[in-house]
Nanobody, 120 residues
Framework: QVQLVESGGGLVQAGGSLRLSCAASGSIFSSSTMGWYRQAPGKQRELVAGITSGGSTNYADSVKGRFTISRDNAKNTLYLQMNSLKPEDTAVYYC??????????????WGQGTQVTVSS
């Protein structure tokens, strides 16, 4: 597994922006599929955005056009740029790593989460 530490959360007004970062330990980062998830109170954790080791990205419909996921393999860091934030984006945001193993990707590595609160 890989150690993950998120940062960058906070309180922002609707329409504002935040950039989340996820620092990963170890040399496995560049070959891992990475993702941002979020969990709002009383709701299930959901995938927000993902990026493969090759740089292909996917997004939840609710954030398309507003959020951008990116990675810097030289810094072992994953990012989530969030623009035009809405109150419904309020949640704890988690970083996840899909680490390659001989039998497939192991998605068991999670960060501790960072709180994002969007006020109306």
């Amino acid at each position: 597994q890989v150690q993950l530490v998120e940062s960058g959360g906070g309180l922002v007004q609707a329409g504002g922006s935040l950039r989340l970062s996820c620092a990963a330990s170890g040399s496995i980062f560049s070959s891992s599929t990475m993702g941002w998830y979020r969990q709002a109170p009383g709701k299930q954790r959901e995938l927000v955005a993902g990026i493969t080791s090759g740089g292909s990205t996917n997004y939840a419909d609710s954030v398309k056009g507003r959020f951008t996921i990116s990675r810097d393999n030289a810094k072992n860091t994953l990012y989530l740029q969030m623009n035009s934030l809405k109150p419904e984006d309020t949640a704890v945001y988690y970083c996840n790593a899909g680490v390659p193993t001989p039998v497939g990707l192991d998605f068991g590595s999670w960060g501790q989460g960072t709180q994002v609160t969007v006020s109306s």
